[in-house]
């Protein structure tokens, strides 16, 4: 019933920038928190950065200052802007969605989206 659908990566030089957006459909609970993480090959899933509903933010170490995470809650998107890419940031990115509702937790992913950044 909720769906995220991904979209904005690609191959982009290092230094380069790119966005990715998910928008998310179906029954949602309008307090929640959405996130990125991503996965490289060969490592585990990894937090990138998430966004509460109320627009608190947390960042990763390794992109604080270069990433931007923000969301529409209207359209219940939200969107990664990713400046001064490294070769490292290479992954595929996946949407997380969040939410406490009738004692319980519900969490979804999306398909994920390749960015590859090369030297």
């Known amino acids: 019933q909720v769906q995220l659908v991904e979209s904005g990566g690609g191959l982009v030089q290092a230094g380069g920038s790119l966005r990715l957006s998910c928008a998310a459909s179906g029954s949602i609970f309008s307090i929640n928190t959405m996130g990125w993480y991503r996965q490289a090959p060969g490592k585990q899933r990894e937090l990138v950065a998430t966004?509460?509903?109320?627009?608190?933010?947390i960042y990763a170490d390794s992109v604080k200052g270069r990433f931007t995470i923000s969301r529409d809650n209207a359209k219940n998107t939200v969107y990664l802007q990713m400046n001064s890419l490294k070769p490292e940031d290479t992954a595929v990115y996946y949407c997380n969605l969040k939410y406490f509702r009738a004692f319980r937790w519900s969490e979804h992913w999306g398909q994920g989206t390749q960015v590859t950044v090369s030297s």
């Open positions: 966004i509460t509903s109320g627009d608190n933010t």
